[in-house]
T-cell receptor, first 117, second 117 residues
Framework: DADVTQTPRNRITKTGKRIMLECSQT?????MYWYRQDPGLGLRLIYY???????NKGEISDGYSVSRQAQAKFSLSLESAIPNQTALYFC????????????????FGPGTRLTVL | GENVEQHPSTLSVQEGDSAVIKCTYS??????FPWYKQELGKRPQLIID?????GEKKDQRIAVTLNKTAKHFSLHITETQPEDSAVYFC????????????????FGTGTQLKVEL
């Protein structure tokens, strides 16, 4: 079944450590996104990529970097983790039909719960 | 950039009653408004969406209305059931055919809906 997967699902780390969260998809979608979810703040966009050569900052990109290794893979890195990056992180994908400029649904991965001590 | 406000943050209803969640957006260029449902411990999933060329859309017990002049849109759930208990997110996006920015969603902060027996 075509899906969006994230690894690891849970991670506990210490302040100052470098962390990479990985996202893979078998949906064949060009567009991929990283969000973080915090209680009371909803889903906030960190980075997004519309194809392998296109990377864009979202509303909260400071302290994060990304790599689009292939159409199917989009990784999020925290270069030096800090406690306020403790959150639930979601990867998402979407397709885009150029005919009529139709929007398509975003499909989310299962999430990665990251705790920075 | 776009700003989406969502109210209420929590909503408790009796089974069989209706529930209404309201969102406002700031950018008059926004023209796509999806709603996502996130059950406890699960990933967000699209339940309904509306584009700016229509004022209302229905799908069984759920409906969404859009008022472009006032820049607000609402989710209506009728005959609520226990399985409707979840967090609901509204979002807004600007269509940009063939250029960057299309499908980049700005989410509201979420509404925790509890349907009581």
């Amino acid at each position: 079944d075509a899906d969006v997967t994230q690894t690891p699902r849970n991670r506990i780390t210490k302040t100052g450590k470098r962390i990479m969260l990985e996202c893979s998809q078998t949906k064949g979608h060009d567009r991929m996104y990283w969000y973080r979810q915090d209680p009371g703040l909803g889903l906030r966009l960190i980075y997004y990529s519309f194809d392998v050569k296109d990377i864009n900052k979202g509303e909260i990109s400071d302290g994060y970097s990304v790599s689009r290794q292939a159409q199917a893979k989009f990784s999020l890195s925290l270069e030096s983790a800090i406690p306020n990056q403790t959150a639930l992180y979601f990867c998402a994908t979407s397709d885009f039909q150029t005919s009529g400029g139709t929007y398509n649904e975003q499909f989310f991965g299962p999430g990665t719960r990251l705790t920075v001590l | 950039g776009e700003n989406v406000e969502q109210h209420p943050s929590t909503l408790s209803v009796q089974e069989g009653d209706s529930a209404v969640i309201k969102c406002t957006y700031s950018d008059s260029a926004s023209n796509y408004f999806p709603w996502y449902k996130q059950e406890l411990g699960k990933r967000p999933q699209l339940i309904i969406d509306i584009r700016s060329n229509v004022g209302e859309k229905k799908d069984q017990r759920i409906a969404v209305t859009l008022n472009k002049t006032a820049k607000h849109f609402s989710l209506h759930i009728t005959e609520t059931q226990p399985e409707d208990s979840a967090v609901y997110f509204c979002a807004a996006s600007i269509r940009k055919v063939l250029t960057g920015g299309g499908n980049k969603l700005t989410f509201g902060t979420g509404t925790q809906l509890k349907v009581e027996l």
